[in-house]
């Protein structure tokens, strides 16, 4: 949800910095550079918002997808400035959904059946449940 206010902040200095360029700096030597760069930034919040908009709606409507099989589920950490610590699951080889990993820091890496409850559009993991194995009730 702060993603999403974040970016609309980020979209209302934009606006307000290109109404005021236009409105009062029209003779300013970097005019055109100014406009166009904070225009830029302005779409780039919009698109920000759009997504994260879809995001929440669908969490709110419980339109989810589901996927079973076999999960190969990796953590992921970005090394440098940006910390980004990420839950990577591959279902079947071919689908890859993504989940913080704060949100899901109890399930266990490695390769084992899965079910997976994800958004559609940008591939967010909602939830993970490991699907219990024969095995375990062999014993």
Request: glycine content about 8%; some cysteine.
């Amino acid at each position: 949800m702060f993603d999403i206010i974040y970016a609309l902040i980020g979209l209302i200095i934009c606006t307000s910095l290109v109404i005021f360029f236009v409105k009062k700096k029209r003779g300013h030597k970097d005019f055109y550079f100014i406009v166009f760069t904070v225009s830029f930034f302005g779409i780039l919040c919009l698109l920000l918002i759009i997504g994260g908009t879809e995001n929440y709606i669908a969490i709110k409507n419980k339109n989810f997808q589901n996927a079973s099989g076999q999960c190969v589920v990796t953590e992921f950490e970005s090394s440098g400035r940006t910390t980004i610590h990420e839950i990577h699951v591959e279902i079947n080889g071919g689908l890859v959904v993504f989940g913080d990993f704060d949100d899901f820091s109890d399930v266990r890496q490695g390769n084992y059946p899965c079910t997976v409850k994800y958004i559609e559009k940008t591939r967010t993991m909602f939830s993970i449940k490991p699907i219990p194995s024969r095995k375990m009730f062999e014993k």
